[in-house]
């Protein structure tokens, strides 16, 4: 069965620092997602694209964060400069559609930042 | 926005019994997922159900869109069955905060 796959599966950094989170969605999907779970809590929403744009993003999405597909197979997460409460599991999500498609994610990056 | 409410919050039970989740959500949608996170964290898709029954070996799920709930069902719980199970709606994906199953040996 097609995968999302996520690297890397953990990282530290420290305050300041930028990451960059990267996913490889389903080779046939067209959308593309963000998501992120604070330990112990809901798997919040961050940011969806499509066509090689943002489409939608929540309040969280600040000026920190940007996404790109820089290739016709990666779909990367940049934090510039991380905070303490960046520290969370990342998720990153594809579908074949908008409606009608279930949405497949990745086993996702676990940030910690010190 | 939709709000999506799952209960219970936590459920502890022997190995062998059977649960049923509850998910709730405000108003009418046209993407409807349950998860499963394992202690690991990893997200497992269980099901794509937006409206109707699915099966898939002891676990089936059913949502009645026009009353807006949907219903996962774990028959002869096994100790691997433990995690969050999160039901999530919607075309950016809607988490409710989960039901934290355990599963006593």
């Known amino acids: 069965e097609p995968e999302v796959t996520q690297t890397p599966s953990h990282q530290v950094t420290q305050m300041g620092q930028e990451v960059i989170l990267r996913c490889v969605p389903i080779?046939?999907?067209?959308?593309f997602y963000w998501y992120r779970q604070i330990l112990g809590q809901k798997v919040e929403f961050l940011v969806s694209?499509?066509?090689?744009?943002?489409?939608?993003k929540s309040e969280i999405f600040d000026d920190q964060f940007s996404v790109e597909r820089p290739d016709g197979s990666n779909f990367t997460l940049k934090i510039r400069s991380t905070k303490l409460e960046d520290s969370a599991m990342y998720f990153c999500a594809s579908s074949e559609g908008l409606m009608g498609y279930g949405y497949t994610f990745g086993s996702g990056t676990r940030l910690t930042v010190v | 926005g939709i709000q999506v409410e799952q209960s219970p919050p936590d459920l502890i039970l022997q190995e062998g019994a059977n649960s049923t989740l509850r998910c709730n959500f405000s108003d009418s949608v046209n993407n409807l997922q349950w998860f499963h996170q394992n202690p690991w964290g990893q997200l497992i898709n269980l099901f794509y159900i937006p409206s109707g029954t699915k099966q898939n070996g002891r676990l089936s799920a059913t949502t009645v869109a026009t009353e807006r709930y949907s219903l996962l069902y774990i028959s002869s719980s096994q100790t691997t069955d433990s995690g969050v199970y999160f039901c999530a709606v919607d075309g950016k994906i809607i988490f409710g905060s989960g039901t934290r199953l355990s599963i006593r040996p």
């Open positions: 080779s046939n999907h067209l959308y």
């Open positions: 694209f499509y066509n090689n744009e943002i489409s939608e």
